[in-house]
């Protein structure tokens, strides 16, 4: 029996590995660099003298008697209520999130499934709306949210983050709601079921890979949001990432630099559990085109 599997050369494999295994400490490096950081002190980690002091810890050892010290996180999480702005961010990505994949779901799959012609140019709109930078649209909510008194909520804030993400979210549902034969539909309501019946009990189950990975893409628009959180939330409500950023200071205050390299440490690696987590979902979503009736 002929053997038709293809047989790579032993060097041309050696060759493959180990640009994998750089590819990846290029890759990592940046967090590993800063998860290590995080556990100096500022004149150690952002040394100028001798950037090996970040490795050997000189002055962190004088300072705290050892390599290590943890006053990063206690000044970030304690002393500045890091803490309060992760509550704000899952209560925004929780509600982000599930507004975007509700409407999201029933709309493209209303559309998918519409036979009018204005549901091209519905989509297009959409689109246009999409390729608009955010911080555009941020504008026209400021006035109203002023005089009404509404700025610097979270709820204000999730309003306009499920407004900017909504089109991709029903570009994206669409797509994967067409790949999925309308005969399905078809023998669902043979089988005496209704429209939403057939929706909720058929295609759902079909489509979910699509769905958790159309909710991961909405989540990481609401979780790493800067500009519009910046803007529409007050000091009191801040999420993670404005929080981050008001640990470095400005020119009229003063800073601390390890407290905000020691929250962004704990900002990723939630998102590194997360990818891992739902890797197969994300991989059977993105190839979601090969669904067969």
């Known amino acids: 029996m ?3 599997s293809l047989k790579l050369p032993i060097s041309l494999k050696v060759s493959i ?3 994998i295994v750089f590819w990846l400490i290029i890759a990592a490096f940046p967090f ?5 950081g995080s556990f100096k002190i500022e004149a150690d980690f952002f040394s100028k003298a001798d950037w090996m002091n970040a490795l050997f810890a000189p002055r962190t050892i004088a300072e ?8 990063g996180y206690y000044g970030a999480w304690v002393q500045e209520n890091f803490w309060q702005a992760v509550i704000n961010t899952t209560l925004v990505c929780f509600f982000v999130v599930g507004t975007s994949l509700t409407i999201g779901t029933l709309g493209g ?16 709109t959409a689109l246009i709306f999409r390729a608009m930078p955010p911080i555009t649209l941020v504008a026209g909510y400021l006035l109203p949210f002023y005089e009404w008194n509404l700025w610097g909520h979270l709820a204000t804030t ?5 407004a900017i993400n909504q089109p991709f979210t029903l570009w994206m549902l669409h797509s994967f709601f067409q790949k999925i034969p309308k ?5 669902a309501k043979v089988d005496g079921c209704t429209q939403f019946q057939a929706f909720r009990h058929v295609i759902i189950p079909v489509m979910w890979p699509g769905v958790i990975t159309t909710g991961l893409f909405s989540f990481l628009l609401a979780y790493n949001d800067f500009a519009i959180t910046s803007m529409l939330l007050s000091q009191n409500n801040q999420t993670m990432m404005p929080k981050i950023a008001s640990f470095m200071g400005t020119t009229q205050t003063e800073g601390n630099v390890m407290f905000a390299v020691a929250a962004v440490v704990s900002t990723t690696a939630p998102l590194f559990i997360m990818v891992m987590f739902f890797q197969r979902q994300i991989v059977s979503g993105l190839t979601a085109g090969a669904v067969k009736g």
């Open 64 to 71: 705290k008697g050892g390599a290590f010290t943890g006053d």
């Open 109 to 124: 799959y209303a559309l998918s499934r519409s036979s009018y012609k204005y549901t091209f140019w519905l989509l297009i």
């Open 17 to 19: 590995s180990i640009f």
């Open 158 to 162: 999730v309003i306009v983050l499920v």
């Open 2 to 4: 002929i053997n038709h």
């Open 183 to 187: 005969e399905l539909d078809e023998s």
């Open 32 to 36: 590993i660099w800063t998860l290590w």
